[in-house]
């Protein structure tokens, strides 16, 4: 889904009149987030599911009396626009200084954990974790694979460093999950582009540790062919296609259609080049058994012919 719309608070719209309360159970015009909270509706179902997730946002933190309260974990997540793949969206996440409790109700989860100065941040006018504690606390409390794409996309677009991080787990060092989160700390990449490049380091790296990311690809003389999600040094390219790429890499006057002849025929020269170049998709890392499999014809094949070595340079 494609949002048309920023989510900001000027789209709630509270406390309607009895008589367009009564219109709107009829046309349904007004989307309910609570009581006296409403979206129009035209705006929330143009929306993606993470912008929906920031107005519910902004109506419970305008809700909750204690002014200390942030808005933390997932929910900051969706406040810094970082992607938050198959991680449930049902619940505003809160947190208010403390040690040790919380509370889940209906619609929002309420942590309480130590919050320092250091920690929380102010954004569109909201109180909520800065981006390395925001990454912290989802990768105490949610599965590897889910916090390293959250992780990730923080690195990529420089929201955090990796010295941010670390300074992070320091203060955080008796927290509950807080080996995990140095687990993932440690493997977060920012050379990765996307969920879908993530989510496929994280699946292979076990499997092939010798796996190269984000490589630039060059031929005899040093031109560069280009640039490539994942590289092994047998003389074999793997590429996430996650069809994202075409719409969002366009060079200036350039179509959709243009950019997948332009890929076509850079796929072409690394293929003249010597290299195997094999393409996996979302339906493929949901059966990584029959990807590595794959992987490892294309590596044996790659081996018997001798493919190019070393004709690459690692990413900047």
Known sequence: MTSNFSPHRGLLVRNLTSSQRRANRRKREFVQLRRNCYVRSDVWEALTPEHQHVLRTFDAIDSVQNRSTVVSHVSAAA???????DLPLDRVHLSRP???????????????????????????GVALTTPQR??????RTVPFEHAVVVGDAALNRSLVSKTDLMKCLERAVNRNGIEAAR??????????ESVGESRSRVLLHTEFPGMHVQARVVDERGAVLA???FLFDEGVIG??????KYSSHLRPGETSADA???????????REAGW???????ADLAHPERLIQRIRRALDEAYRQQRPTRLWVPAA
């Open 134 to 139: 925001t990454i912290v606390d989802i990768a």
């Open 227 to 229: 640039r490539v999600d």
């Open 239 to 244: 590429e996430f296609d996650g069809r994202v």
């Open 79 to 85: 406040m810094w626009g970082l992607p938050i793949w």
């Open 276 to 282: 195997i170049v094999i393409r996996w998709t979302w």
């Open 98 to 124: 403390g040690n040790g409790g919380g509370r889940t109700e209906r619609s929002r989860t309420i942590h309480v954990a130590p919050l320092s100065p250091s920690d929380v941040t102010r954004k569109e």
């Open 183 to 192: 687990r993932v700390v440690e493997f977060l990449d920012g050379r990765s």
């Open 260 to 270: 997948v002849v332009r890929e076509k025929l850079r796929e072409d020269a690394l």
